[in-house]
Nanobody
Framework: QVQLVESGGGLVQAGGSLKLSCAAS????????MGWYRQAPGNQRELVAT???????NYADSVKGRFTISRNNAKSTVYLQMNSLKPEDTAVYYC???????????????WGQGTQVTVSS
């Protein structure tokens, strides 16, 4: 019964900033990994950033130095602060949660519905 609800997408000019959030709901005890992926039209979905419950992060080379992923474990929420946005960042951004321990058992690979980020030049 896990759900991921994303928010924060929108339209921004190049060089601007957006902050995405994704809140997981349900009878959740822990989520090992949360992350953000994106997919532009005609492209495959690609990893943007991930963060473990212990705070270890991983970023795609294309966003290093510009994006910051963080999480609030108590709230089962992950954030993506996006700065210095470029037109090539335009995509649908999807939240992911993996290795979820719930009251019902151990679950893997849940996805949010996606939120559109559009960066204009």
């Amino acid at each position: 019964q896990v759900q991921l609800v994303e928010s924060g997408g929108g339209l921004v000019q190049a060089g601007g900033s957006l902050k995405l959030s994704c809140a997981a709901s349900g009878s959740i005890f822990s989520i090992n990994v949360m992350g953000w992926y994106r997919q532009a039209p005609g492209n495959q979905r690609e990893l943007v950033a991930t963060i473990t419950s212990g705070g270890s992060t991983n970023y795609a080379d294309s966003v290093k130095g510009r994006f910051t992923i963080s999480r609030n474990n108590a709230k089962s929420t992950v954030y993506l602060q996006m700065n210095s946005l470029k037109p090539e960042d335009t995509a649908v951004y999807y939240c992911n949660a993996d290795r979820i321990t719930t009251r019902q058992g151990f679950l893997t690979d849940f996805w949010g519905q996606g939120t559109q980020v559009t960066v204009s030049s």
